[in-house]
């Protein structure tokens, strides 16, 4: 059997990294879209339905890709593939509802650090029972270290004026959405393992989460009426592309990094890219520049201690 070879820490740390720039930008677009249409789940549908036509005519032009759908489509058949591993994307469409919500209103980084709380936590239990593509993945103190660093970052962005400004539930969803984010993670790296395409998981993602989005919507409209007229800028569609990049990077990375490493380079990427957003285009409810500071000092500190340490021989 050809065994695979092993990113090392720094690339897989670097890919982790960039799923948080793309997480961050995609968040404040979908933002932006949901403020435009005054309707988050149908920001996260359109998002969603751009990533996944875009998905499949990626799949359409590679034949490994079309291998891999096929053997997804087997796995489906023959009932081998168990039916969680396909509701990965089920996550996905509660990320990107809750951006279309959330993060118009309270910014990119306060959406982060309620992001980054559910991440961590989940990650190191997912870790530790092993749930992941990459097995048990041993809690070491950097790593507990890492995931308290990470919450800290969550507390400061929670302190001064910004209870007073933001309702409690609108903080809570992007925690909600941490948690699914973790989940998402590590189920579609185990369905990338099982049908051996990244991209095929990936689109397994889209599909579910375009499901759940469409119930979602229908339930909204009915509610709600029918959304704004749609924007006509180009860029606010964007999301759903972004969103198809950094799916297919985790489904690839995961294996080599465990939820919890992933997670932790992708809070620093998001964390970086939310800050630099937030300060050029600032949200209604979003945090002082004291805030901003402190959660990216420690977001850093949380990705350096939780960094595996090369053993010596």
Known sequence: MTQVRRLSPPLALGGAVAIGVMTAVQARINGVLGVEIDNGIAAGLISFSVGLAALAIVIVCLPSARRGVGRLRSGIRDRTIPFWMLLGGACGALTVSTQGITAGVLGVSLFTVGVVAGQTLHGLVLDRIGFGPAGVVAITPGRVAGGAFALAAVGISLSGDVLATAPLWMLLLPFAAGVGIAWQAATNGRLAQRVRSPLAATFMSFIAG????????????????????????????????????????????????????????????????????DLIWPAAAGPALWQIVGMVIVAVASVVVALPRRRRS
């Open 210 to 277: 375009t499901v759940a989005l469409l119930a979602a919507a229908g339930i909204s409209i009915a509610v709600r009426g029918v959304p704004d007229a749609l924007p006509t800028e180009p860029w606010l569609y964007l999301g759903g592309f972004l969103g198809a990049a950094y799916i297919l990077l985790g489904a690839f990375i995961v294996a080599h990094t465990g939820v919890l490493l992933m997670g932790l380079g992708s809070v620093l990427g998001q964390l970086a890219t939310s800050v630099i957003i």
